[in-house]
Structures are given as C-alpha cells and as structure tokens.
C-alpha cells in the first residue's frame, strides 16, 4: 500500500478546497469500499481527507416537507430511522438488504452512492479493465460475467468497453423516490437529481459519476411523496443474504379503486453502470388495469433494447428472465397490498 | 508517515504511534498484542474482525487506526469483567456454538451488538413489518448475523445460542 497522509480539515469547505487542489488526495467516509481499494491497489491516494466529522450525521424534516439526509448518516441510522421506516420504506429495505450488520454501521450515505463495481476484474491489478487503465480492454466480455450490465453498456469500441454494474442498493431506491443530492464544490453548492449522478460508460468508464473531483456530497433530500409510504424494494442474489444484487427493483404503485394504476415509480439494480430509472416500464404502467399483462408489457418496453454480455464463461442473458420475474412479483405484491389497504380504509 | 493517537482497549487506555496505514484490526492484533479480533479474509468479508467500536459492531479490518483516535473498542475478550463470561459467550458454550473457534470472538461480538440494535427496534430485512416491534426468530437471527461467516459451519449452534440470550433479553 502506498504510504499516504491523513488530514481532517476544520471543516467541509476545508475538505473540498484541500482534495480540489490535490490531484492525489481523496476523501475517506466509512472506509468500507476505499480501505478495501488502498489495500487492493486499486486506490493509491497521497492523502486521506477524513470528512466522517464533516458532514451532517442528522436527519432532518425540512419546511417543504422534504427529509434532509446527512451525507454523514451511516446506513444503520437511516434504515432505522422511524420517517424513512413509514415514508420512504423501499429505502429502508434497500439499505438493510446491502452488506451486513457491520458494514451499515460503518458506511455513510455519501460514501455508499460513490462506492464502486464489484467488478471482479475491476478488482485484479493484472487484469485489462478500462475502468481502471482506460484503454487496456474489457476482461469482462469474454471473462466470468455474472454481475454485469444488460442495459446501457458499452460494448465496442474494445478501448472504451465496459458493461459493469452500480453496486448501491440504496442508490436504487433512491433513484425510484426522486432523490436530490447536494454536493459542495470551491464555487458553493448544487443540487444534482440522484438520476443524473452516476454515468453510463459512455466513451469514458473511468468516470462513475457527474461530480468533479473535490466535490463533496453534503445530504440526500427525499421530497414528499405520498406515494413513496407505498414503495417496496426486492432484491434477488446468489445467497440469501450478505451477497450482491443480481437483479434488485425498487418501485410505488398508486393504484385506483377501479385498479387501473394512477401513477409509478421504477428503478432497476444489478442491470446497468447506474441505478436504472424504468422509465419505459412507468410509462407502460400508467393509465393502464394493474393486471399481468399490463406488467408483462411494462418489462418488456424496458427491456426492448437490452443488450446481455455474451461470454463464453457465463453472460448476463439469464438476467433478462429475471428482471420480468422480479418486476412482475414486485408490481403483484404492490398492488396487493393497495388493495388490502383500500379495503380497510373503505369498507363501503 | 505515523500518527500519533490513544485507544482504550478493553477498559485499558493505550496511546500509540501507528503508520497511517495501519487497521485497528493490526493495531490491536500487532501494536498492543490484543488477539482475540482475528483476521480472516481483511476485505471486509467474513467478521472475524469484529468488535464493538465506541458501543457498535465494527469491521477492524476496513477501519483506519488513525481515524478511530481516542475511540473505545471491545473485543470479545472485554465483553465481561476479568474471570467472567458474558452470557452470550456462556451460550456458546452451553450450545457447543464454534468448532475451531476462529470465528468465535468475532461471533459474540457481532451477537451482542445485533441484541442491542434489536433491543432499539431495529429492523432487518426479513422484519415483516417494518415499523413494528422486532421478534428474534431464526430467521432474524440468522439474517442480523449474516455478516459473521464460520467455515466450521456451527451455524444452527450460533443461533441456538443467540436466540437463547435473545428471548431473555425479549423478556
Ligand atoms: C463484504 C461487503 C459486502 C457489501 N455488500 C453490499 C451490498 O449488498 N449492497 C450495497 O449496496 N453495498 C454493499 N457493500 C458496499 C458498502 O455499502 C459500501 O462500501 C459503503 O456504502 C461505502 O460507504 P463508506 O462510507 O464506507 O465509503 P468509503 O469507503 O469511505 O468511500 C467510498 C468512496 O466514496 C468517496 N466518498 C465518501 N464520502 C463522500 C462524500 N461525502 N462526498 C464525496 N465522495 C465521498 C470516497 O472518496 C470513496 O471514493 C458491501 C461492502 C462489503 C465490504
Ligand atoms: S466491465 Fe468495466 S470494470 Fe469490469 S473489466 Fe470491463 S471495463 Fe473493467
Ligand atoms: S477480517 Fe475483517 S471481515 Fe474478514
Ligand atoms: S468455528 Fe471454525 S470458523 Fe466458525
């Protein structure tokens, strides 16, 4: 491990100009996905800048009944929380389906959005990866594939390939409840929809996400949103816990009496460089009788342009079966659960 | 480049000069000759590591010595005054819950922090209703614990073990 320098500056501003003006420092949060890279290799940083005590560790209820998350709250703290509990309650299942018990009392908020693929390949100094070492190839392609991308990879040039996935399970919910993210930069602070942080590989997979080096997260903001209290997330994995999302769906469904769906919100995990906003999946949805069908041709728009990795060592078409099945059990148990909740409100 | 800073370990308070790579996981193992955190895998994978770091189940293995100054660690060995068990150790022996007892301090550590979230309500991923109370089940016990690996496989004796202390801390 390459020796480096700790720093903890008075402040988040301080943190933000220090890592600006420093190409070679980073910023440590939980430690949970950066001391595994230091040790790895894959992180060689000359300096550590501590923003653990920096940032808010609060959650707050905000005037426009939004909910402030500190980029400090560690993933135990905002599962347990009781407002994210009632309100936000995909977010919650989200965060307690990742890592383990140690692990969310040691991660962050920011620090999990800005986590990186799992990506075995990723991870293995000796392997081509233009994720690491832009250029030198894609090891993934041809290579063991099983928690790779089906939707808005790269595939070619071999240059600029790349078909990992976003590991957060949290960043799926939040994508589906509308999040805000605040970020601190030297210029001050701006707001970016959680939609638009993570990238797609585009021609450049070294980037995850929109933020420039320096900039800081500060908090997540949750608008209000009546039809978040009926938000679920399922996540599917190779073990039953402790284990990566193959295929993860966080969604709401506003159903009405006649069951036709008022309105919905759809993310997709384990499927695409970033948390997947189903937007075609929505569209299909809304307007439309919440029955299988409706949900079969929801999946189906989503997945229209699906592109699985192809190796000869294992590829990701199994994952196009899955994404259905999990959209579909999801969408049922939602729907259910409306009509179950109808039907208390409203004996008549 | 080294940094200066102090750790109470088990009740005894250390002060220490550690290189700035160093984990308290190497920090106690290495430094101040504490061994009952073991290293298992170092990635964060398995809990042998485990201890309970300012009153919460921590990962030593992933978290910086130098950013954890001044900060209150129990391992396993600590969980109970000098002579005595905790019960959760206690249990484990009743319940003949380890066979090589590797991962065993890291088991009890994560035990006792999992009783006391559970004892705040905290959820878990398999709570049936997430704003209810928390019943500790197999099934609770076995997902809140699902970050401690044993390679022995004494799982079904880790849960007996568990839900035995946990039913009593229920009552
Ligand atoms: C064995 C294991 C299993 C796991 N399983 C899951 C899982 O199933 N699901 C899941 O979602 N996650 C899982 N994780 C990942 C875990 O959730 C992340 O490692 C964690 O959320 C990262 O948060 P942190 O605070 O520890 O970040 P750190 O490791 O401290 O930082 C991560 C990155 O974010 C940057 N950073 C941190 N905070 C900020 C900020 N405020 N602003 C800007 N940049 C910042 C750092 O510079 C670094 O690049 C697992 C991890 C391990 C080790
Ligand atoms: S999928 Fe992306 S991260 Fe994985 S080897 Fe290919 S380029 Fe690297
Ligand atoms: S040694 Fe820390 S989790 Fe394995
Ligand atoms: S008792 Fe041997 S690893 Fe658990």
């Given at each position: 491990m390459r020796p480096f320098a700790y720093e903890r500056p008075d402040d988040a501003a301080g943190a933000v100009a220090t890592v600006t003006a420093d190409p070679d420092a980073v910023f440590l949060a939980g430690g949970t996905n950066l001391v595994d890279h230091l040790r790895l290799g894959l992180a060689t940083p000359g300096t550590l800048v501590d923003v653990t005590g920096l940032t808010s560790t609060e959650i707050t209820d905000l005037p426009d009944g939004s909910l402030r998350v500190g980029a400090g709250v560690r993933n135990a703290d905002l599962a347990a929380d009781e407002r994210v509990r009632t309100r936000y309650p995909a977010l919650a299942q989200a965060l307690l389906a990742g890592a383990s018990g140690q692990l969310r009392n040691m991660a962050t908020t920011g620090g999990n959005l800005l986590q990186r693929t799992r990506c075995v390949y990723f991870q293995d100094l000796t392997t081509p990866c233009n994720k690491r070492a832009p250029g030198s190839g894609c090891s993934a392609l041809d290579g063991w594939a099983r928690h790779h991308a089906v939707l808005g990879a790269t595939h070619e040039p071999a240059g600029v390939a790349c078909v990992a996935t976003h590991p957060s399970d949290m960043a799926v919910a939040l994508v589906a409840l509308d999040a805000q993210v605040r970020v601190l930069g030297t210029d001050g602070e701006r707001t970016v929809p959680i939609g638009d942080l993570h990238r797609l590989p585009?021609?450049?997979?070294?980037?995850?996400?929109?933020?420039?080096?320096?900039?800081?997260?500060?908090a997540v903001d949750l608008p209000p949103s009546p039809i978040a209290a009926h938000s679920t997330y399922r996540k599917v994995r190779d073990?039953?816990?402790y284990a990566f999302a193959l295929v993860s769906v966080a969604a709401a469904l506003d159903v009405a009496d006649d069951g036709t769906i008022r309105d919905a919100r759809v993310a997709l995990g384990?499927?695409?460089?970033?948390?997947?906003?189903?937007t075609a999946t929505e569209q299909s949805l809304?307007?439309?009788?919440?029955t299988e069908d409706t949900f079969r041709a929801a999946a189906r728009a989503e997945l229209v342009d699906a592109r699985p990795v192809e190796s000869p060592r294992g590829g990701t078409a199994f994952k196009l079966p899955l994404v259905t099945a999990t959209l579909l059990a999801t969408l049922r148990d939602l729907t259910a659960r409306t009509a179950a909740t109808t039907t208390r409100e409203d004996p008549a | 480049m080294h940094a200066d800073l102090s750790l109470t370990v088990d009740g005894h308070h250390h002060t220490l000069t550690v290189d700035t790579r160093t984990t308290v996981l190497d920090a106690l193992r290495e430094h101040l000759a504490v061994t009952s955190p073991k290293k298992g895998c170092d990635h964060g994978q398995c809990g042998a590591c485990t201890v309970l770091l300012d009153g919460r189940r921590t990962l030593s293995c992933l978290s910086l010595a130098v950013a954890h100054d001044g900060a209150e660690v129990t391992t396993a060995d600590g969980l109970a005054p000098e002579g005595e068990l905790h019960p959760v150790a206690q249990a484990f022996l009743d319940h003949d819950a380890f066979q090589c007892g590797y991962c065993t301090p890291g088991q009890i550590c994560s035990a006792v922090g999992m009783l006391d979230e559970a004892a705040a309500g905290h959820p878990s991923?398999?709570?049936?209703?997430?704003?209810g109370p928390v019943t500790l089940d197999r099934a609770e016990i076995a997902e809140r614990l699902s970050g401690n690996l044993c390679r022995c496989g004494a799982y079904a004796h880790i849960v007996d073990a568990v839900a035995e202390v946990g039913s009593e801390v229920a009552r």
């Open positions: 585009g021609d450049d997979p070294s980037r995850d996400t929109v933020l420039a080096h320096g900039e800081l997260i500060t073990r039953a816990s384990g499927v695409a460089h970033r948390p997947w906003r189903a809304v307007g439309a009788p919440a | 991923v398999v709570t049936d209703d997430l704003a």
